[in-house]
């Protein structure tokens, strides 16, 4: 069972905008950062979102970030098929370990 | 570019060691302030934090508590590798592990391996 609760899965139909959930507590989410990674099965996770809301380079601005409290989202606008992927929250946790979300498969309908 | 690579036994057999390795290329792994990480993913498609280690700080890692009794992580710079090495190991460790370069400390993994598949059965 995995630290951070993410839903298992969303869906959506092209152009639409999706967003997916992140809940932790009060020792990783609360009071760290939240970075996101969109994996395509077979292929290793790609940094989506790092420090809450920021896109690394390349990254597409129909990508974004957000955090309150507890709980961290991530938005997907103008939603493409080749958004079709498993998405993964993270987060350093103060017990002093990296901790991740289930995961969210995304299908594009 | 920065080129990860895992290597490992593909199969082990329960209570046995498990040894990992990583190969950079395309960047010094004493090169920066980077924390060098192992990261794992069940076949259910969890992932689970295990290690890391600090490039520049001698003897800076940390390890995943529950794992931490069996773990050790460690740089060789003359090779531009990083190791992992899993004792005890059981059909609950199966799994394909990532290497990956973080920077914050954290959980930002900029550069990831492509994984390599560890099965243990007897």
């Known amino acids: 069972q995995s630290v951070l609760t993410q839903p298992p899965s969303a869906s959506g139909t092209p152009g639409q905008r999706v967003t997916i959930s992140c809940s932790g507590s009060?020792?990783?989410?609360?009071?760290?950062?939240v970075n996101w990674y969109q994996q395509v099965p077979g292929t290793a996770p790609k940094l989506l979102i790092y420090s809450d809301y920021n896109r690394p380079s390349g990254v597409p601005d129909r990508f974004s970030g957000s955090k309150s409290g507890t709980s961290a989202s991530l938005a997907i606008s103008g939603l493409q098929s080749e958004d079709e992927a498993d998405y993964y929250c993270?987060?350093?946790?103060?017990?002093?370990?990296?901790?991740f979300g289930g995961g969210t498969r995304l299908t594009v309908l | 570019q920065v080129h990860l690579q895992e290597s490992g036994p593909g199969l082990v057999k329960p209570s046995q060691t498990l040894s990992l390795t990583c190969t950079v290329s395309g960047a010094s792994i004493d090169s920066g302030s980077f924390y060098w990480t192992w990261i794992r993913q069940f076949p259910g498609k969890g992932l689970e934090w295990i290690a890391y280690v600090h490039n520049n700080v001698p003897g800076f890692t940390f390890y995943n508590p529950s794992l931490k009794s069996r773990l050790n992580i460690s740089m060789d710079t003359s090779k531009n590798q990083i190791s992992l090495r899993l004792t005890s190991v059981s059909a609950a460790d199966t799994a394909v592990y990532f290497c990956?370069?973080?920077?914050?400390?954290?959980?930002?993994?900029?550069?990831w391996g492509q994984g390599t598949l560890v099965t243990v059965s007897s």
């Open positions: 009060s020792s990783n989410i609360g009071r760290n950062s």
């Open positions: 993270a987060a350093w946790d103060d017990s002093l370990n990296g901790v």
């Open positions: 990956a370069r973080e920077k914050l400390g954290g959980t930002t993994f900029e550069y």
